[in-house]
């Protein structure tokens, strides 16, 4: 899968980010394949909830921020492009473009 300078391959479970390698947790890894899987698409935080940690969990816990914080620090920190963002109100997308 590729979305901009990210990569990921799903065989291997491997990301990287302009050549350099990400390292995930396994739950990062689910969140991000399925960002990844559904790029340029705004994904609600029920969704993700649904999706990714297969509960139907309280939506009024921040799980799914905590997550996202951790993912978007191995992601985007350090690039002037940020890919993860956050659609207030409805919840994130991965965007290739600015």
Do not use: P
Not at 32 to 39: G, S
Not at 46 to 58: M, R
């Amino acid at each position: 899968m590729q979305v901009a300078d990210l990569s990921l391959n799903v065989v291997t479970r491997e990301a990287t980010r302009s050549g350099t390698r990400v390292e995930l947790t396994n739950r990062e890894f689910a969140l991000l394949e399925y960002l990844m899987a559904h790029a340029g698409r705004v994904i609600t935080k029920t969704s993700l909830c649904e999706h990714v940690w297969e509960h139907h969990f309280d939506t009024g816990t921040n799980v799914v921020e905590v997550c996202m914080q951790r993912l978007r620090r191995k992601i985007d920190d350090g690039h002037s492009r940020k890919l993860l963002q956050t659609v207030r109100g409805t919840g994130y997308v991965l965007r290739s473009e600015k």
